[in-house]
């Protein structure tokens, strides 16, 4: 198996890691920007797409920044070959011709939400999947706060993508997973209706406030995501008629408000990578075109 590597940062390395724990054998290689870029043990470095003609390749993992998944995705979109993007598709909304062209071409695209692998969050989409016809929800609350400069130690956080706009930075963008789950879980929303803003003590220019109102038939759901926590919290409240259960992402659990343990899991958060990467190859073994979380749907989200 070949596999190419668009962008070989901290993400990237996740993926490398998930494919080894799965033990595929391939080759990999890595499009580099310079050829002073620091070497990644195991990887062939190339320097131009025009090489890329010389190789087979199985598939490619587009995990460069966010501000250039749509370039790369342009130019790699020819060649046909399945793709593997990590999340978010792209930086803003612009782009209808490539996702019409790999709609109209059938190429295989999943975007690396790796949450949904997550056991209490594929535990409450499956339920209220299950049940939607008779459940009645009231309200949804979800929150995600973090600490960005927490986030990769020793690195100036200001330096850092998620800070910078100009590559795809801020929280609207940076925390789609809260979003997308919210999309596979309840589908899509009648109406949406959004506040960014910029209002902490972090320094930089990028979002790092939003706040979210999703209106469905029968209830609404609200999302708050911001940087600045420093206590990390990830929930999602559903207030159902007769009890109220709060999904911890930390934990991995689902509690109803009389405290009792619906959902737990002990699986950690680094095996979503590999569920996710296990569920992709299987994609490719049985030769499909469509996934759970196409660019088309991510494109919608």
Known sequence: MNILFVGIGSIAKKHIAALK???VEATLYAL???RQSEPYPGVVDIYSYDELSQFHLDFI?????TSEHAATIRR???FQVPLFIEKPLFADCKHDDIVAYIKQHRILTYVACDMRFLDALRFVHDYVDARYDQLKINEVNVYCGSYLPAWRPGIDYRTCYS????????????????IDYVYWIFGQPSNSYAIWRNVSSLGIRAYDYANYNLEY???CVNIVLNYYRCDAKRTMEIIFDDCTWTLDMLKNQVTDHKGK?????????SETYVAQMAYFLSLLKKKQTMSFNSSEEA???
């Not at 993992?61 to 920044?65: A, D, L």
């Not at 800070?163 to 809260?178: C, F, K, R």
């Not at 343990?261 to 958060?269: M, T």
């Open 76 to 78: 790699l979109m020819h």
């Open 32 to 34: 580099r920007s310079s």
């Open 261 to 269: 343990v619906v959902f737990q899991s002990e699986q950690q958060g």
């Open 61 to 65: 993992i587009i995990s460069n920044p």
């Open 163 to 178: 800070a910078i706009p100009e590559l795809g930075g801020g929280v609207h963008i940076d925390l789609i997973h809260d």
């Open 217 to 219: 038939p029968t209830f």
């Open 21 to 23: 724990h799965l033990g």
């Open 299 to 301: 494109y919608q989200v």
